[in-house]
T-cell receptor, first 114, second 109 residues
Framework: AAGVIQSPRHLIKEKRETATLKCYPI?????VYWYQQGPGQDPQFLIS???????DKGSIPDRFSAQQFSDYHSELNMSSLELGDSALYFC?????????????FGPGTRLTVT | QKEVEQNSGPLSVPEGAIASLNCTYS??????FFWYRQYSGKSPELIMS????GDKEDGRFTAQLNKASQYVSLLIRDSQPSDSATYLC?????????FGPGTRLSVLP
């Protein structure tokens, strides 16, 4: 079965640079979520989109922005990168049909800021 | 803000034993509960979802839900070294999830 695709898998940037992370949800999934996970921490919710509209916002810094496109893929744009932004970034997708809220995670992008 | 708590780890069990992972939550209105397994450096993998009180079994995994007591547990029978991972309890919160802090399980050969 098709899974969530994320690219790139690894990214190294310097402080104050920008980064763009991409997420391709499971086909027919209408909701995309972005999470940040630091070492030894549980995933922290950043932002989500439903049918290309922002549906919820978590602890996303103002330096970050995201959008979902007409083909349902999503991009997380990160500017003025800081050392503390080094983390694993996961995208997850789900379908809101029925009562299931099951989220399926992509493999993640490991961002290292030097 | 929903709160999700999990038994503190790490939890170590010998191979072949039953591992018991617990999760409590604060919102009595919660209806859906999920268990994810996460290997170090990898993404969370959904292993169980449960919506009704009682037990749900899937292979070596059994999820138990008690809404009155606001807890959900995950039992892993015949634990294998490959089960060594962090297990995250998750509940929907609005349009996203709240994750518990996770319990690290080590299955010793």
């Amino acid at each position: 079965a098709a899974g969530v695709i994320q690219s790139p898998r690894h990214l190294i940037k310097e402080k104050r640079e920008t980064a763009t992370l991409k997420c391709y949800p499971i086909p027919r999934h209408d909701t995309v979520y972005w999470y940040q996970q630091g070492p030894g921490q549980d995933p922290q919710f950043l932002i989500s989109f439903y049918e290309k509209m922002q549906s919820d916002k978590g602890s996303i810094p103002d330096r970050f922005s995201a959008q979902q496109f007409s083909d349902y893929h999503s991009e997380l744009n990160m500017s003025s990168l800081e050392l503390g932004d080094s983390a694993l970034y996961f995208c997850a997708s789900s379908s809101r049909t029925g009562r299931s809220y099951e989220q399926y995670f992509g493999p993640g992008t490991r961002l290292t800021v030097t | 803000q929903k709160e999700v708590e999990q038994n503190s780890g790490p939890l170590s069990v010998p191979e072949g034993a039953i591992a018991s992972l617990n999760c409590t939550y604060s919102d009595r209105g919660s209806q859906s509960f999920f268990w994810y397994r996460q290997y170090s450096g990898k993404s969370p993998e959904l292993i169980m979802s449960i919506y009704s009180n009682g037990d749900k079994e899937d292979g070596r995994f059994t999820a138990q839900l008690n809404k009155a007591s606001q807890y959900v547990s995950l039992l892993i029978r015949d634990s294998q070294p490959s089960d060594s991972a962090t297990y995250l309890c998750a509940l929907p919160y609005g349009q996203n999830f709240v994750f518990g802090p996770g319990t690290r399980l080590s299955v010793l050969p």
